[in-house]
T-cell receptor, first 114, second 113 residues
Framework: QKEVEQNSGPLSVPEGAIASLNCTYS??????FFWYRQYSGKSPELIMS????GDKEDGRFTAQLNKASQYVSLLIRDSQPSDSATYLC??????????????FGAGTRLAVHP | GAGVSQSPSNKVTEKGKDVELRCDPI?????LYWYRQSLGQGLEFLIY????????KSGLPSDRFSAERTGGSVSTLTIQRTQQEDSAVYLC???????????FGNGTRLTVT
């Protein structure tokens, strides 16, 4: 089992719809969770962090965390063509030496069509 | 404030030559990662530095690849005897360590001809 798993997509949604991106992780001890957005030809940029069970909203973005089921999701409301990008989930996993190593999923490609 | 800085932004080299890629992390960041990303592919982890601990080199694809981090700050990724399959974007990211997020530089696009 991979440490962080995402559906590679592409996920295609019409403009104005809700896009739902999912991520599962293997380490039950993980305490923080991050979503990055990567436009084609650009570097990943951090868009959401979530640390507690439940929902965290930031504008059109909502991150949802369920530690018992070991999944974290990202909802994008009122999707726009400009949201078309690859979305990466990242979770710190314990690494030998007593510190955490941030593990990225392979990313889900989102395409929002007009 | 200043973000993660990588240089050069583009590098074209001939097969068999050595190259050095540089990363200046955000000041105060103890964690530094190098990734490689080929066209249309995901992030490929290469190496991870955390403070003064021994680096995690588990992602380096061959012994032609090495990296160092001097004084806990600037890092250099060196690729010896470059091959065409080394062509990719090399990304550096830094963070505060622990459970903190990473911040990425703009990358170095390496082309081996």
């Amino acid at each position: 089992q991979k440490e962080v798993e995402q559906n590679s997509g592409p996920l295609s949604v019409p403009e104005g719809a809700i896009a739902s991106l999912n991520c599962t992780y293997s380490d039950r001890g993980s305490q923080s969770f991050f979503w990055y957005r990567q436009y084609s030809g650009k570097s990943p940029e951090l868009i959401m962090s979530i640390y507690s069970n439940g929902d965290k909203e930031d504008g059109r973005f909502t991150a949802q965390l369920n530690k018992a089921s070991q999944y974290v999701s990202l909802l994008i409301r009122d999707s726009q063509p400009s949201d078309s990008a690859t979305y990466l989930c990242a979770v710190p996993n314990p690494f030998s030496g007593g510190y955490n190593k941030l593990i990225f999923g392979a990313g889900t490609r989102l395409a929002v069509h007009p | 404030g200043a973000g993660v800085s990588q240089s050069p932004s583009n590098k074209v080299t001939e097969k068999g030559k050595d190259v050095e890629l540089r990363c200046d992390p955000i000041s105060g960041h103890t964690a530094l990662y190098w990734y490689r990303q080929s066209l249309g592919q995901g992030l490929e982890f290469l190496i991870y530095f955390q403070g003064n601990s021994a680096p995690d080199k588990s992602g380096l694809p061959s012994d032609r690849f090495s990296a160092e981090r001097t004084g806990g700050s600037v890092s250099t990724l060196t690729i010896q005897r470059t091959q065409q399959e080394d062509s990719a974007v090399y990304l550096c990211a830094s963070g505060l360590g622990g459970s903190s997020p990473l911040h990425f530089g703009n990358g170095t696009r390496l082309t081996v001809t």
